[in-house]
């Protein structure tokens, strides 16, 4: 079918491109002329400005924005002069659900139907499949059927799930239409908390297994430390390229973020291109948010939220505060760098 | 090649048919004569005491340990009589790492070999195969390796690792030496700390999708209750079963676990047959220990051990000094059950 | 000076007694006419209603709404149409400081002032006087400063701070203006944010004094239970009422609420009175969603939370999608309740 | 009475001149002839060495060493030969209550009274007295018990715990005999882990209160970062040395802690002398290893500890996972330091 597609980063170009391999005829537009170029050099109608977008289309209208969060209510606010009862405008980027609920509600009046849309698959999608929770009207979602099967993976070479033969819907073909305004931002926010906590789970875990060789170092002696009570458990060097590499097959714990973790190691086991701080972009924090409203305890969600907030030096004044107290009531100086 | 399989549990049986299958000679024995009788009907030769088995099998021998952990130290103090120098024995159980050294230090001048090998992949090994994380001397897991062929996996169909082509080793069919002994031990028990972490993230992100229609609910208005400010913001009803499903096409958190995940909730959302008192086996507190040995931050790891014990009630006396303590500041009394 | 009290509930009917022993001129009114009536014969002066309240003030008014958070702005709403510009409304209840902020703008129109108290101290203030934490109007802050005086603890006998001889304000005296509206609360919120990990750290310990004694009863052995490796480390029977009145001595976690602790303990040890469902009231909550608006790691207080949360059987879902994936992947059943 | 001091550090001094002040008869020594001669001139009876020192005494003899958690086994070596049966040994430092367990056992044989005394107190000790928790033969600790009245801070001015009237013992006095050898270094150790959470509670807190002008500050709109949502909620430039110092009066968090947290803020609120690196001297880790023997859930306890771990770079590994992580499935890059 016929899409416009706003916004040509990582994301929205590989997306533009995945649909018009499958014959989809889209009509792409940019701040970046560079961005559109490139795009139609892969066979997307060039529009020069989202206006122009909008006249291009036939009506009804579906136009996919895939702007940063930050950006998003500025973009609709340009678009929809131009747009018309029955249009549908489609958020695909990383927005916070309850922005959904609003612009939705605000839409209402105009008739233009507003579909969120979360997207999870990175910089892979284009080949994988994007996989897509949705959440809107269902007759605007329903239109745009042809579209999200485009851009979802299908069912691919996954094992079906024991029970799901005489299910109908399209979970199996990796998009969903969960609910009504912000359903599908909602999901995907929990989705991406849910990946806080995994990839902290791992981080954890294979950090254990690096330092399993510190029964090998020498420690001092001091009032301020504790001694390593058997240094001879802890006299291991193992290989974690190789250890990831391993449970990619038949182990409990195998994931597609493992399968990413072993590839990063094989690369460079010391990860010395990263210094380690870590961004959180929203979903994280929004997830807890929505936690703590609903009263659902998110303990594991939380701790990984803030060893990224920690990994950033956030948690400074708080370890100074710490320092502080242990001075006044034990005299204790702090230890210089580079001393356990 | 011709190997002796003592302990005819779930996991003990199935990895001596796994062997059969691939036509190796496996003398089994265990306590129950049935579990015996079921393997000698799948071609294993039967012994009826680990001393029959012994006897069974031609120098050197190998001997594999299937029976829990809290037992070992019998079995091998049964078997040792038997056995003689040259002579491997094998524990595949789940055994603490510490055991490892200490029973290979003590076996050393016996000259019998010990190897630990982690094990994981549940009442699935015996299709997929089985992940083996082993410890030991060289030489002995290299006598082995025809076993261990056979029980692991292979590369089957998961894609290979970028840069794994010019790289040897037996990472990619699903068994590693990992180092000396307890090497095998120590990283299953971190490989079930992350499971322990990996299992409470899906499991807070999932109930923070279920309770997202708790703005449907009524609450009531009083000083002791928060009521919720944004009832708007949580009124979906989401279907766990299919967004379950869903992000195992293309999603970032797609995993083997959400696989089971998907499989439990299409067979009933509401998992009505379990209480929700959650078990733990042992390596997800040793994992812990280990951490703090180390001195490596494991937030998430020790509060999905934590969520754990308190699934089993084991927070009760801490919940009544909380209550306790604001009875006597606040004059608060407890609320009755029922209400939030 | 003169002032109103509207709510005579447990902190409300107090606070106008503290005021009233002071010789302060108190009109209070309440919904309930037994509460108006036993203020009355404290010497406080009865009005039938909020407006009578209104009237019986002298100009420019001050009026001090003591109701359940989620009352405030009703109350509000009958007020205003009663007050005049140079009036003063005071909420010193729990509000979230984010309704202040509201509150305050909205009322700059018609020029009353606005101003929020946290007020800590429960039960025990009427004795020990009011911790205040204040946010609002200079000047209409200066405006009270004679009923602060009063309703706080003042300097009373705990040692004066190091460094604090030169420095003015009145934080000594127990009642300060943290700044512009909603500092008050904000102060406050985040006071029972401390309030809640505080409470949870005590919880924790004496929980894992009291256990000290597992070492002491059978355990059984399978599969599934870990067995405790070192039983003769945990012998001991310790006296937590014992324990708690040695801490206030001396120690350096000595506190109030330790010294709660010890009297509950001393009364009944077990707490046999109390079910262990903790309630949390809103100021932990938003302690939390301020933390993660500033990226500022609050791992302690999350935690402390999420054990109120959990407390309440809130966990529940969780640790049943944590059974059904142990079920799936290794066929593990839960065992029943009163086995660990 | 008479006793024996070794060790006269920070602790073993001040305890020596308190126990001098109030009359007793001290005999100390240490590796430093300085220290040895600083104590001289408060009366104290040098000794040149431990074998020395038990010369001097009186059968039967009391000697109480004060030395680093890492030499007592040591100490001991060198001063059992001089001891004979009757005698008293007190380890008063930060040992692992299980070091005393086995201490005690392999003194049995000797009928030397091995006793293991936690103390709290710190640098404060000489003038509030030393809370101490006490394990060991009831003989022993009774005939100590000049020794422990005299460190004890006894009653002073804090009050009675409503209920403890009628009960008698030494708990109200700052010292208590908490059971056999091992209970007061166990009670001691989960003070520490008590303590630890709390320091991490007031930390934690103080930092959300520091950031709360965090809408004052400008922040950039990319698709990496979180745009802080309601910048008008967070302009509040708070004092927390006046505000610590407000919550010493009255509320419901004032501790000694507290106190020792608002001197810190009133020398220097923005703790420029520490850089932030927290060590943790052993009872943290320990208690958080008995929490998981117990299964008795410490989330509070445990976060606190981490956090120390992470004050001194030891998740660098863990968020350079992430961030690889992160840049493997959405080529997301690391922001420099600098940037949220």
């Not at 059927?145 to 979970?171: C, H, K, M, N, S």
């Not at 001694?227 to 458990?233: C, I, S, T």
């Not at 305890?297 to 990994?311: D, E, I």
């Amino acid at each position: 079918m016929q899409i416009g597609m706003i916004g040509l980063g990582r994301m929205g170009a590989n997306m533009a491109r995945r649909l018009l391999r499958d014959g989809h005829h889209c009509i792409v537009s940019d701040r970046s002329p560079q961005a559109v170029q490139a795009l139609a050099q892969d066979k997307a109608d060039a529009a020069g400005s989202p206006a122009e977008l909008v006249k291009k289309l036939a009506r009804p209208r579906a136009v996919w924005l895939m702007v940063p969060a930050a950006v998003v209510d500025e973009a609709i606010a340009d678009l929809v002069p131009h747009l018309e009862a029955g249009d549908i405008l489609i958020d695909g980027g990383n927005s916070y659900y309850v922005d959904d609920i609003r612009r939705a509600k605000a839409l209402a009046a105009t008739q233009i139907d507003y579909v969120d849309v979360g997207t999870s698959g990175g910089v892979w999608g284009l080949e994988r499949g994007y996989c897509m929770m949705i959440g809107g009207p269902q007759a605007a979602v329903e239109r745009l059927d042809p579209v999200f099967r485009t851009l979802a993976p299908g069912p691919g070479d996954i094992a079906r799930t024991a029970g799901r033969e005489t299910l109908a819907g399209t979970a199996e073909m990796g998009y969903l239409h969960c609910g009504p305004s912000g359903a599908g931002h909602f999901v995907k926010m929990v989705h991406n908390g849910i990946e806080y906590g995994l990839m902290a789970a791992y981080a954890e875990g294979l950090s254990i297994l690096r330092a399993a060789d510190i029964g090998t170092k020498e420690s001092e002696a001091d009032a301020e430390t504790t001694p390593l009570r058997d240094p001879d458990l802890y006299r291991y060097s193992l290989n974690l390229a190789d250890i990831t590499e391993l449970w990619r097959r038949g182990s409990v714990i195998s994931s597609w973020l493992l399968d990413l973790t072993a590839a990063a190691l094989v690369e460079d086991p010391s990860l010395a291109r990263f210094a380690g701080r870590v961004s959180d972009s929203g979903e994280g924090r929004w997830t807890i948010r929505a936690a703590i409203d609903e009263a659902v305890p998110a303990p594991v969600l939380s701790a990984a939220l803030y060893a990224r907030f920690s990994s950033r030096g956030e948690a400074e004044f708080e370890n100074k505060l710490m320092s502080a107290m242990r001075y006044e009531f034990g005299g204790h100086l702090e230890k210089p760098a580079g001393k356990q």
